[in-house]
């Protein structure tokens, strides 16, 4: 069985500040792992994903996430916070090999960025 | 190019009524979901359709029946709504059953009064 944490319903950056928002996820099987971002009254948007190979993963917009399998963390950071980054992120994890019935979703991180 | 379009994008019913939710994609995509997001719950899985002419339930599907209508369609029914249903409502899509990025339209933001 798949679970996924995010610490933080809501995360507050000033504009230029680093984003850092956390996940942790457990596992039984050696997982995928997903952000998606959702801006406001829009579906979700996939913005980069881990399924195998290099464990720092670079996405869309400047974000990216590294898979630490001993911290059971996929943490999503962008060096320098803008404006248009204010949205709400999930995390999400599907067994490898698994499809997209099988995706576990956090609860979600909604991301401020104050000017 | 669309993608994946939902339709209405807002609905409100009465307890007792009755409503599909209707969503196509154009990407040639084999695979179909509904979801539901709830405020601090995620997403979670209502019914999915790993290919045409099937289906299986999610995680939630109590309250819902769904329907592969062809490769491109895939509708969500609400029999009799409840409160409990207002919600909103995200169909996806994805290319095959194995593959892991999904699709998603822009929602239903549905109110049972």
């Known amino acids: 069985a798949q679970s996924v944490t995010q610490l933080g319903s809501h995360v507050s950056v000033s504009e230029g500040a680093l984003v850092l928002l956390r996940c942790n996820y457990s596992s039984s099987v050696p997982p995928y792992l997903f952000w998606y971002v959702q801006y406001p009254n829009q579906g979700l948007q996939l913005l980069l994903k881990?399924?195998?190979?290099?464990?720092l993963v670079k996405g869309i917009n400047g974000f990216e996430a590294e898979f630490k399998k001993s911290e059971t963390s996929f943490h999503l950071t962008k060096p320098s916070a803008h404006m248009s980054d204010a949205a709400e992120y999930f995390c999400?994890?599907?067994?490898?090999?698994?499809?997209?019935?099988?995706?576990?979703f956090g609860k979600g991180t909604k991301l401020t960025v104050n000017p | 190019n669309a993608g994946v379009t939902q339709t209405p994008k807002f609905q409100v019913l009465k307890t007792g009524q009755s409503m599909t939710l209707q969503c196509a994609q154009d990407?040639?995509?084999?695979?179909m979901y509904w979801y539901r997001q709830d405020p601090g719950m995620g997403l979670r899985l209502i019914y999915y359709s790993a290919s045409e002419g099937t289906t299986d339930k999610g995680e939630v599907p109590n309250g819902y029946n769904v329907s592969r209508l062809n490769k491109r369609e895939f509708s969500l029914r609400l029999e009799s709504a409840a409160p409990s249903q207002t919600s909103v409502y995200f169909c996806?899509?994805?290319?095959?059953?194995?593959?892991?990025?999904?699709?998603f339209g822009q929602g239903t933001r549905l109110t049972v009064v």
């Open positions: 996806a899509s994805s290319a095959d059953p194995g593959t892991t990025e999904a699709f």
């Open positions: 881990y399924t195998t190979g290099a464990t």
């Open positions: 990407m040639n995509h084999n695979s």
């Open positions: 999400a994890v599907s067994p490898s090999g698994g499809g997209s019935e099988k995706l576990v």
